[in-house]
C-alpha cells in the first residue's frame, strides 16, 4: 500500500471533522473523495499530505507526495517559469530549465508572463505543471478540475492516467465524471 490510515481522527476546537476513518490507496489506483461541502475531504488530503496532525489514529504513507490544493498558491508578481524555478528549488529538486520550459509548453502556458495576469484556469494549468515537475508518487488532488476548460480537464486527465502509472492518486471532486474513471469512490 501506498498510504494506509487507521482510526484516523480531525478535531479542530470542538468541532469533529472526521471521526475513525480508515482508508487506503494502493499502488495504481485512483481514489475519488466525495461528499457535501464540510464533509473533510479537504482535511483528509491535508492529514494524508502531513500539512496537519491527525487528532487520533495513525497514518503511514510510503512515497512521496505531491499537493494539489484548492485553491493553488503562487507568487503573484513571478512568471509562471519563476514560479516553477522557485518550487523545485524550495523541494530541494535540480532545476532543469529546459524541463520547466517543457511542462509550461505541456500546460499551454507562455513562460514569461506573470501569474497575477493568470486567469483561474490558467493557475490551475501552472498548478499541474509544478506537480509534474515535482515528480511525486502519490498524487493527492483538492478538485482538480475546477476552473479548468474542455482543453484543461483532457490535460488534467492525461496527467492523471500518468501519474497513476506511477503511483497512485487521491483526489477530491464533485465531479461525476471523475467519479466514474475512479478505481475507487470514498463517499465522507
Known amino acids: 500500500m501506498l498510504i494506509e490510515a487507521q482510526g484516523v481522527s480531525k478535531r479542530y476546537g470542538r468541532d469533529w ?10 499502488p495504481r489506483e485512483v481514489v475519488a473523495l466525495t461528499g457535501p461541502n464540510g464533509a473533510g475531504k479537504t482535511t483528509l488530503l491535508r492529514l494524508l499530505a502531513g500539512l496537519v496532525r491527525p487528532t487520533q489514529g495513525e497514518i503511514e504513507v510510503r512515497g512521496r507526495v505531491g499537493f494539489l490544493s484548492h ?8 512568471s509562471g517559469q519563476e514560479n516553477l524555478v522557485y518550487a523545485l528549488r524550495l523541494a530541494g529538486q535540480r532545476v532543469n ?10 500546460v499551454g502556458l507562455p ?13 490551475k ?5 509544478r506537480l509534474w515537475l515535482q515528480n511525486p508518487d502519490i498524487w493527492l488532488l483538492d478538485e482538480p478540475e475546477t476552473a479548468l476548460d474542455a482543453e484543461g480537464q483532457a490535460l488534467l486527465e492525461g496527467l492523471v492516467a500518468s501519474a497513476r502509472a506511477r503511483g497512485g492518486v487521491v483526489l477530491a471532486t464533485h465531479d461525476p465524471a471523475w467519479l466514474d474513471r475512479a478505481d475507487r469512490v470514498v463517499a465522507l
Not at 485553491?71 to 513571478?78: K, Q, T
Not at 530549465?97 to 517543457?102: C, F, G, S, T, W
Not at 513562460?111 to 493557475?123: A, F, Q, T
Open 17 to 26: 471533522v472526521l471521526r475513525r476513518l480508515d482508508f487506503h490507496l494502493a
Open 125 to 129: 494549468r501552472l498548478a499541474l505543471a
Open 97 to 106: 530549465l529546459a524541463e520547466v520550459q517543457a511542462a509550461l509548453q505541456q
Open 71 to 78: 485553491p493553488p498558491a503562487f507568487y503573484r508578481h513571478f
Open 111 to 123: 513562460p514569461h508572463k506573470p501569474v497575477h495576469s493568470y486567469s483561474s484556469g490558467m493557475r
